[in-house]
């Protein structure tokens, strides 16, 4: 998808097929991912396998399985590490590349060397903590297996030793040994710099947290180093040269963050995603839509916003939303006139706007760190998303008033009934999911393997498209993004717990109470804070970081949490699909094929757009909390 170096939104992969070296090396590489990948397909599929029997026995045949979740949790942190490592190995790990792409080409080249030892650095400082950590979780034993904890917090020290090596490998086959000495050097010069100014330091008190967590991540995320790597790197540093604490305790925090079981719906979701457009379900709604309203004036943007709409409500991850629906649509709008940076801008504005469609990935994050009703932010979220599809099918409206589809035929009621027939597998599975969440036959994570057994059945029987061939690279992609996200959620939750334990969450609650405003001042301020939040850290970072902190104020405010969980997300939605630095903006140019110039105008509009539906929902808080 990569189209030039400003869509670089991932870690360099470095070629390590095709990279120089020798043959033995490039055979250990195969090997290695082979040894990574297949062992993370088989979770994926064991994950969905267990959670599936514990729903068929509990409401069928009304036998529980008490053993079924401890089994998951076991399973799901080895599937999180290993789904780290191959999305390292990939370069597939979240960064901002924002200023990297700006940067000279040797400047270039230093940055994502950079970005590989970064993760050399952070696994190498972790490795020997998680080997302790794990050892010391062989005192805890599950209560219905009775197996020791080492078994489930084995697989970080096993996981970071398999990055190490990756990234050993991936540095040995770099062509520019300077450039990988430099970007050492400048590790060891940091290091040691932290080191000795470690007296200073530990005098500073809290302002450290301006020096770690602000210059520190900043300066990370700013050069191209993995959003996740930045986190761990900073956090560890804070501990190490601020505090008492051992070093184990960063890697305790992120096995907290990582092993909620709620989480484990994010790699089931991304799979969801993916066979819904492998068994072309998601075509089948948008031929539907587009039958409905292609001969309409701005039609098929509507169709866009609905389909997204419609999307979203099943796969919970919007790279594969807007890959589903963009190569389905674009070459017909293209056909009719329509400007590429104004298909990229609506792309990547339907992004934002479908963020609180159930079951958004953000959605379960924020249920799994705040404690808020996973069932009640499925619920609240269904109305916000309509309500940003308005304000964009407004701007459609105006900007294609006088289109002329002259050549467009009319479809007739028979053509739209067959669309509609076709369609109403596909459409049903949205309600499905909830039915299956509201009526309390499956809980939120185990939600997703209904409608995986129903999308799949589905591509099977009826519309006859399933290709079992795709099947193992489609969990191994599950396995590389979820590892991507979970790293992501571990790290942050280290940076979390440490902002917590110096102070900082009570003196940010004592300056957020104190706003001008009350609750609704408490509410612009968020939104604003998040729109810069979403579009430097993303949305789960941010939300594992500031969702603890802030959702307590909310509610000693008067701010009812799922309104306020919308709020948040919409805003971090914005700001994750504006440019020039949401990478959802440049993630939406890679899926259409479109150059991020060509949107840069047109993107306009639909961001305000966008505001002008969050402040209706700041307003008009019955929109989220209208259904309880």
Known sequence: MQLDAQLDLTLPSASLETAAGPSRLRAFDRALGRMIEIPAAILVGLEIVVLLAGVVSRYLLHR???????????????????????????GEHMRMTAFVGMASPRARAFLETLAIVSGLVLVGLLLEPAVEFAIEESWVHTPALDLANTWRAAALPVGFALMLATAVVRLVQESDWRLTGAA????????????VLSPTL??????????????????????GVPIAFAFGLSTFAYIALTT??????VVGRMDEGMSHLIL????????????????????????????????????LHYVLVGAMYLVSGISGSKAADMAAVAPVLFPEMKARGAKEGDLVALLATTGAQTETIPPSIVLITIGSVTGVSITALFTGGLLPGLVLALTLCALVWWR????????????????????????????AL??????????????????????????????LLIYRQFDWRRLYPMLVTTATLSGAILLIIGAATGMAWALTQSGFSQTLAEVMKGLPGGALGFLFVSAAAFIVLGSVLEGIPAIVLFG???????????????????????????????????????????ISRIHPDAGMRPIVGYILALLVGLLVIILVPWFSIGFF
Do not use: K, Q
Not at 215 to 222: E, H, P, T
């Open 64 to 90: 529980p399985l008490v053993w079924s979740d401890e089994l998951a949790s076991i399973l799901f942190l080895w599937l999180a590490m290993l789904g780290t490592v191959i999305a390292y190995r990939r």
């Open 184 to 195: 050492l050097l400048l590790g060891a010069c940091a290091a040691a710099g932290l080191a």
């Open 202 to 223: 530990i005098g500073l008190g809290n302002l450290n947290l301006m020096v770690f967590f602000v210059l520190g991540v900043g300066g990370l995320v700013f050069s």
């Open 244 to 249: 008492d604490a051992p070093s184990m305790v």
């Open 264 to 299: 484990l719906a994010v790699p089931l979701f991304v799979f969801l995603g993916l066979l819904i457009e492998m068994t072309g379900m998601a075509r089948a709604m948008v031929g539907f839509l587009a039958s409905l309203l292609g001969h309409v004036r701005g039609g």
């Open 400 to 427: 294609y008033r006088r289109e002329d589809l002259r050549h467009v035929a009319r479809p007739s009621g028979r053509v739209i009934g067959r669309a509609f027939l076709v369609a109403i597998p596909a459409l």
């Open 430 to 459: 949205p309600f499905v999911i909830r039915f299956a969440v509201v009526e309390g036959i499956a809980t939120a994570t185990e939600v997703s393997t209904i409608g995986i057994v129903y999308a799949a059945l589905a591509g």
């Open 548 to 590: 603890p902190l802030l959702f307590p104020i909310a509610r000693a405010v008067g701010v009812h949490e799922v309104h306020y969980a919308m709020v948040v997300i919409l805003a971090m939605g914005i700001g994750l699909f504006a440019p020039p630095f949401g990478v959802g903006y440049y993630a939406a140019c890679a």
